[in-house]
């Protein structure tokens, strides 16, 4: 089975490089975004739990999330494999993730990084608020915030990779074809 952690700040390209990824190794797109919206919509028990966190601006907690995936990854046994998108965000989750999966005799295969110098992360979401109208692209100082955070709390998970040898770097500067046939090169590599 072939799991893949797409990993990368806000405006690196995950949702776009995801849709080809899919299509290339016929994976299930696992988006906690996505998962969380639809469990609250669907008022489960989960997503009420999860709703309840969210409204009082506190964060998820990690259970509340791998129990959420784990729903959605048992929806789909016949699955060639799964893109987590925006997940893990903590070495926490990332071990959490880790044995859910051993659970089910599978693993992370690799994190696949996009790298993407923060000017250009900038300049592409600015413009991504211009074609999809998302408020949380078009404010800079927002911007700003959302990449110190991925900095900040979210690339150490990194290491976590590293330390098992399936963390690997992809140049995320160049044309959606260039950085697709880097993607796919790392994953008929491993």
Do not use: C, W
């Amino acid at each position: 089975m072939l799991n893949v952690v797409l990993f990368g700040p806000p405006g690196a390209g995950k949702g776009t490089q995801s849709e080809r990824l899919i299509e290339k190794y016929g994976l299930v797109h696992l988006s906690t975004g996505d998962v969380f919206r639809a469990n609250i919509k669907g008022e489960t028990e989960l997503g009420t739990l999860a709703k309840s966190y969210m409204d009082k601006g506190q964060l998820v907690p990690d259970e509340v999330t791998i129990n959420m995936l784990r729903s959605e990854v048992l929806k789909h046994p016949e699955s060639k494999g799964f893109i987590f998108d925006g997940f893990p965000r903590t070495n926490a989750q990332a071990t959490a993730l880790d044995n859910f999966l051993s659970e089910l005799n599978t693993t992370i295969r690799v994190m696949l990084a996009l790298e993407v110098e923060e000017n250009e992360l900038m300049q592409r979401l600015l413009k991504r608020a211009e074609v999809s109208g998302r408020a949380d692209d078009a404010n800079p100082e927002i911007i700003k915030n959302r990449i110190a955070v991925y900095n900040n709390e979210t690339a150490p998970v990194k290491s976590f990779y590293q330390a098992q040898n399936k963390f690997v770097s992809i140049d995320g500067i160049g044309s959606i074809d260039d950085i697709t046939a880097r993607l796919f090169s790392a994953i008929d590599a491993i």
